[in-house]
């Protein structure tokens, strides 16, 4: 018991550190890709995978630092982003914990519902509120196909924690049966 304790240890801290680590080169990958073209803010669907994979206070905390540093990456006033991830990983976790299986149909539409709460609540703070955005274009050529490619990205994501997950998951024991006459 004792042993497959220290290996179930072993193993959720290597699945973490796997999960920082994805988060921050999701991080990185936002700040240096340039393009013209509508890039997928990463952070969001890695919140929501950890908070598929996990428990609602870990997921909490991380989806509170993916929502700080996508603030950063965005240049927007820090909190707005850590509060919205930080409740949807949370009530995701809750979800998927209790009453949701784990599949990728559960992922789209949670994925899905946190890139609309974030981007809408963006834009409506940002630009719809104070009247930058008159004719809706920053909605329909920025959020938009945003949302749609962070959702799109999202799948790969989820394969990839997928992947993780089985390999540093819950470690399993074996059992032969001996047979008494």
């Not at 993916?66 to 995701?92: E, K, R």
Request: proline share 3%; hydrophobic share 55%.
């Amino acid at each position: 018991m004792e042993l497959k304790a220290r290996k179930e240890r072993s193993h959720m801290i290597i699945r973490v550190l796997i999960f920082v680590f994805l988060m921050i080169f999701s991080y990185i990958l936002m700040l240096t890709v340039s393009s013209t073209a509508a890039l997928p803010s990463m952070l969001i669907p890695c919140a929501i995978c950890f908070a598929m994979r996990e428990q609602p206070m870990a997921a909490a905390v991380y989806g509170m630092v993916c929502g700080l540093f996508l603030d950063s990456a965005y240049n927007m006033l820090p909190g707005l982003s850590a509060v919205i991830l930080m409740w949807t990983s949370m009530m995701c976790s809750l979800l998927v914990n209790n009453v949701l299986r784990k599949n990728i149909f559960n992922f789209i539409c949670m994925d899905a519902v946190a890139c609309f709460l974030h981007g809408g609540l963006h834009y409506v703070l940002y630009y719809y509120v104070w009247g930058y955005d008159p004719d809706k274009q920053i909605l329909f050529r920025i959020f938009l196909p945003e949302f749609i490619v962070s959702n799109i990205a999202g799948i790969v994501l989820y394969i990839l924690t997928g992947i993780i997950t089985r390999r540093f998951g819950a470690v399993s024991e074996h059992y032969i049966e001996e047979r008494n006459s």
